[in-house]
């Protein structure tokens, strides 16, 4: 039953004002009359609680507390039960409550936060503040972007922190002509980040039509300045492809005078050719020595995503009896800890993504030459495909998905004999390499014959 102005105002820090009587029926005096006086609160202990509710409909209610106070409150769900402060009474009277509980019902049924809604409106210091630009794109950013990956959202709430806020961020977003949205655009791509001034426009766009599909603008500006914009220049990372090349950097890791686990993961690195995340957060209990085996999580898959099976986040990978002879020397110094490259700080977080590449500046190897970790990777398509030529093979070792439906659902042990025996090709193709006893590449084999056979003593 809703409240009225006699409850709110009689409601008492012990006593609860009684409910209205409904109208009884003859000969229900004394109830009736029972049900007009107040009731009095005591916990199990016989102490007075700190507070207790009053409810209005609709979710909306006031906290009494034990030294007077009321509040009013409305309790919703989006997507988690959620509680904010409407006001205190007597400042905000019932019918005020009532009409503040109804704008936050109106805020959900078109799909915006009510809590977050008032918070940024705060944050903007307009008269206009709930239709400030940035008080939509950071709605925006919380609905769409923050349940991705933190990586890419850290990226998406710099570009607007530092290229778009400072210049229309308390501007009306109805009033944002495309003309001023031009400008803010074209001081990103002047001082050379064209592929970010694409990128940021774009963002910008998805909060235009976001402000339109909630009924606060009525057209993206950002639409008209599709063409405006250069294209940015393709390109790809430097990375060391020829034969000669790799052999130096091989030679130069064996006389490397840095920390052993580091000098273990420059090694690693082009006989594993996985990613420099994959690498450097390897854990002992994913690699099983005796077997040769490395069970290693993708990095690629976000965790973030729905319908994403388990099994398919992981992939075998066989390892060579250069790299177990490598592992098992590792293991004495790392062996007692989670990571195979703890860091120096502490064991219990994984190396940090700079050390190896700053290891390889130290050598000698610059960025033209070979940007990061990632390049280890660059040479072993070609030089594999030189190797083997079952494409399938090297899909399936690279974590290449297929784009057909049915490749993508691959399983994670899939060729394993294969691969095992290609991961041993290609690190005795390395050493002799590293040796100099063969620079050029080899000619392509098919797996047939006698190469079968060798592949089918792995299965045994």
């Known amino acids: 039953m809703p409240l009225t102005d006699t409850q ?10 009684p409910a209205r009587a409904k109208g009884g029926a003859a000969g229900d005096g004394d109830t009736a009359k029972n049900s007009q006086l107040p009731k009095v609160y005591k916990t199990k202990s016989g102490e007075q609680p700190k507070s207790y509710k009053l409810y209005d409909g609709d979710n909306l209610y006031i906290e009494v507390f034990r030294n007077g106070s009321k509040i009013w409150r409305f309790r919703f769900k989006f997507p988690k039960e959620n509680v904010i402060s409407l006001g205190k009474y007597p400042k905000v009277s019932l019918v005020k409550a009532r009409e503040e509980r109804d704008k936050c019902l109106d805020l959900l049924a078109r799909g915006i936060d009510p809590s977050l809604y008032r918070r940024l409106a705060k944050d903007a210091k307009t008269g206009q503040a709930a239709d400030a630009f940035e008080v939509i794109a950071k709605e925006w950013l919380a609905k769409f972007i923050d349940p991705k990956s933190k990586s890419h959202s850290k990226r998406v709430h710099a570009r607007f922190q530092n290229d778009v806020f400072p210049w229309i961020g308390k501007r009306p977003i109805r009033e944002i002509a495309p003309k001023e949205m031009l400008a803010v655009i074209l001081r990103i791509e002047e001082r ?4 970010t001034a694409r990128r940021t426009l774009g963002s910008c766009s998805d909060v235009f039509r976001y402000a339109i599909s909630t009924g606060r603008c009525e057209s993206d500006p950002c639409r008209d300045l599709r063409g405006s914009l250069r294209k940015p220049k393709q390109g790809h990372f430097a990375a060391v492809t020829k034969p000669a090349d790799l052999a130096g950097i091989l030679r130069a890791i064996d006389g490397y005078k840095g920390t052993f686990p580091v000098q273990c993961a420059l090694k690693l690195a082009p006989l594993l050719f996985t990613r420099p995340i994959e690498l450097r957060t390897a854990k002992w209990a994913d690699i099983n020595l005796e077997s040769a085996e490395w069970c290693m999580k993708i990095a690629k898959e976000n965790e973030d995503r729905k319908g994403r099976v388990g099994f398919d986040q992981y992939l075998i990978v066989p390892l060579s009896t250069q790299v177990l002879e490598i592992l098992r020397t590792l293991h004495r110094f790392t062996g007692d800890g989670v990571y195979v490259f703890p860091g120096q700080r502490t064991k219990n977080r994984p190396m940090s993504e700079n050390a190896v590449l700053a290891a390889l500046r130290r050598m000698g190897v610059r960025k033209k030459k070979c940007a990061g970790t990632d390049s280890a990777r660059r040479p072993a398509p070609s030089c594999e495909n030189s190797c083997i030529s079952n ?10 998905r297929s784009s057909t439906p049915n490749g993508r659902a691959y399983n994670r042990v899939g060729l394993l004999p294969e691969r095992r025996l290609l991961m041993q090709e290609w690190a005795n193709y390395l050493d002799k390499l590293k040796s100099g006893k063969e620079i050029n590449l080899p000619k392509p084999v098919q797996l047939t014959d006698i190469r079968m056979i060798q592949v089918a003593s792995y299965r045994n």
Do not use: C, F
């Open 8 to 17: 709110v105002k009689n409601a008492k820090p012990d006593r609860r004002p």
């Open 192 to 195: 050379g980040a064209v592929d």
């Open 391 to 400: 494409l399938s093979t090297l899909n399936m070792k690279w974590d290449i």
